[in-house]
């Protein structure tokens, strides 16, 4: 079976094309600057047939990149897909897991735009035009808020009337689950336990996102992350943990205007908020005379240690502290800052290993480390197919062969 994974973000739209159950990679990619025209030029940078081209063209919206990406691969040859499988980030308290997409799914996805406002609208509006474009093609939807259904009842749940609670769905729903479970699945291989008696916290540190997952027994058991990606660490333009007093503060000052609020909360909050200059962690270490003394990178360390020893003692004994993504598997000193002074809690990095890790995924705490640190590079888009694949081949749904042309 062929799969093309298509992970939707604000502005750009990551694709990768893969053939199951083998796990062969035909091709990937990503279609940047989508939307509104910037500085540089729309442009899709593909890889395939063991190259890689980049490709200008206006791309005033997803479901136009889209098309353009099916021309780069009818131009590489390569085969329609059987499936098309996208990433959602928010599932809300409609989808408990994966699902293929109907026109009552479809309908139910578009009520949970505002509890995701920089991504979920994006993907929905993809997802119907993909179904407009080929209707024939079946369809998976994979949530990054499935892997934290196993959060027990006292972590998810807010201090709230049960009112607001039941009837509203506000609660903690974690994401990342995807990026979360497949390295969790990775780590656990790497030092040859079970997932089931694996205890890590899995640190996915995005350049955008970012969020810590405690995992007890391979399961999600809390993350940092709430009833929207807003909750948690300092990310780059996102403000994380913060006084719910501030918020009512900024819609008085704004006139009850809750979009300016949330637009400052998401868009201009953060390390950028913080900097005033970047939203990119890595551009404040490495452009401040202070690197990481100064006040935007302490802030930022300052919530990622205090959620990790917190974690640690939560997922007791841990096995391993996992990092991943953009800033978890290219900065060193950031890992280092991460980890230094958990010694208490059996973490020691050795500086060596962890300066120039080398392939990955790898282990980068010292010897008499009692707990390991995973390097581990995330694969979302596999981890998709992974899901997509065993949807459609558990159930009574049928991937039709040669599907689109």
């Known amino acids: 079976m062929q799969i093309m994974v ?111 406002p920089i991504h979920n609208p994006p993907a929905v509006a993809l997802v119907g035009a993909c179904r407009s474009r080929h209707p024939e093609v079946p369809q998976v939807l994979v949530f990054d808020t499935s892997y934290h259904n196993t959060i027990p009842d006292a972590a998810r749940t807010y201090a709230l009337p049960e009112t607001l609670r039941v009837e509203h769905g506000l609660r903690k729903y974690g994401f990342h689950g995807i990026s979360h479970q497949y390295v969790v699945g990775e780590a656990a291989a790497v030092l040859r336990r079970p997932p089931s008696d694996f205890n890590a916290v899995s640190c996915h540190l995005g350049s955008g996102g970012a969020s810590l997952c405690a995992v007890k027994g391979g399961r999600s058991v809390d993350s940092t992350m709430g009833y929207t990606p807003l909750q948690g660490l300092v990310m780059s333009t996102r403000c994380g943990d913060l006084d719910p007093a501030v918020t009512l503060q900024m819609l008085a000052r704004q006139e009850g205007d809750a979009e300016a609020v949330e637009r400052t909360l998401n868009r201009t909050s953060g390390v950028l908020g913080l900097s005033g200059a970047s939203a990119d962690i890595r551009d404040v270490i490495a452009g401040a005379s202070d690197g990481l003394s100064g006040l935007t990178a302490q802030a930022y360390l300052w919530r990622l240690r205090k959620y990790l020893g917190s974690y640690l003692t939560l997922v007791a004994p841990a096995h391993a502290v996992v990092f991943t993504d953009t800033i978890g598997e290219t900065v060193p000193a950031v890992r280092a800052a991460a980890c230094g002074g958990l010694e208490g809690f059996g973490v020691e990095l050795d500086p060596v290993a962890n300066a120039g890790p080398g392939p990955l995924p790898a282990d980068v705490a010292a010897s008499g480390s009692r707990v390991r640190v995973l390097v581990v590079a995330t694969n979302e888009e596999l981890a998709i197919a992974r899901d997509a694949f065993r949807l459609l081949t558990s159930s009574t749904s049928t991937a039709v062969e040669g599907a689109w042309s």
């Open 6 to 116: 298509l992970n939707c973000g604000s502005s750009s739209l990551k694709y990768s094309v893969l053939a199951l159950p083998g796990e062969r990679e035909i091709a990937r990619g990503e279609a940047q600057r989508v939307g509104p025209r910037t500085a540089e030029p729309a442009r899709i940078v593909h890889r395939g047939a063991g190259a890689e081209r980049t490709v200008f063209a206006d791309m005033p919206d997803h479901a136009t990149a889209f098309d353009r990406i099916v021309q780069v691969l009818d131009e590489d040859d390569v085969a329609s897909s059987d499936v098309i499988a996208h990433r959602i980030v928010h599932g809300g308290k409609h989808f408990a897991g994966s699902v293929e997409v109907d026109s009552g799914v479809e309908r139910a996805l578009s009520d949970l735009n505002d509890l995701a």
